[in-house]
């Protein structure tokens, strides 16, 4: 079974400030997404991150893939209010029967 | 492009009842899966739709099913329904025969369970 972990779970930080989130998974992928939730809100797509040394970024926001490490992470730089939310991710498992599993969510609050 | 679109919105059901959800894939998208997330947790997988049939399934009872239709849209039935339903079920669509294979969600739908 497809095992997802996120760290950390809740991430206060200051703006201006750099931080990374980690997205370890158990089993080989085939695809890894990032996604960004607001309160009350739906999943806004961020990344997806197919073969091993990926990286892409958008504005403050760099996300790379570790396939041999069976890792992701996403990098904040200089952090701004505006990024304040829940980060998922999401793996797509290439094992047979491997399902879509998102991890539990890392809570970001960045602070003036 | 409207996107993924869902309905109802919210909706308020008494245990025991059953449900229905509808989901409206993005133009294009071929697939529809189905989320339930409970309030401060991650999605977790129901199952995916492809070609009107079940393709995978997550750790669900029986009690939640699913129906795909020739144009693509889904609903989701939960019948006999638990306190512990209470969630925001979320639908996502993506292109099956695409590289990224990149699930666009919808904006859910609220059950609350008394």
């Known amino acids: 079974e497809l095992k997802v972990e996120q760290n950390p779970l809740f991430l206060s930080m200051q703006e201006g400030k750099n931080y990374t989130i980690y997205c370890n998974y158990s089993t080989t992928s085939d695809r890894l997404y990032w996604y960004r939730q607001d309160p009350g809100k739906s999943l806004e797509s961020l990344f997806v991150?197919?073969?091993?040394?990926a990286v892409k970024q958008e504005g403050r926001l760099m996300a790379s893939l570790d396939t041999k490490a069976r890792l992701s992470t996403l990098h904040i730089t200089a952090a701004v209010h505006d990024l304040s939310a829940t980060y998922f991710c999401?793996?797509?498992?290439?094992?047979?029967?491997?399902?879509?599993?998102f991890g539990e969510g890392t809570q970001l609050t960045v602070n003036p | 492009d409207a996107g993924v679109t869902q309905s109802p919105t919210h909706l308020i059901k008494t245990r025991g009842q059953q449900v229905t959800l509808r989901c409206s894939p993005k133009?294009?998208?071929?697939?529809v899966s189905w989320y339930q997330q409970a309030l401060g947790q991650g999605p977790q997988f129901i199952f995916q739709y492809y070609e009107e049939e079940e393709r995978q399934r997550g750790n669900f009872p029986d009690r939640f099913s699913g129906h795909q239709f020739p144009n693509y849209s889904s609903e989701l039935n939960v019948n006999a329904l638990l306190l512990g339903d209470s969630a925001l079920y979320l639908c996502a669509s993506s292109y099956t025969g695409g590289v990224y294979n990149e699930q666009f969600f919808g904006p859910g739908t609220r059950l609350t369970v008394l």
């Open positions: 991150l197919l073969s091993n040394g």
């Open positions: 133009s294009g998208h071929d697939t």
């Open positions: 999401l793996i797509l498992g290439r094992t047979s029967g491997s399902r879509l599993t």
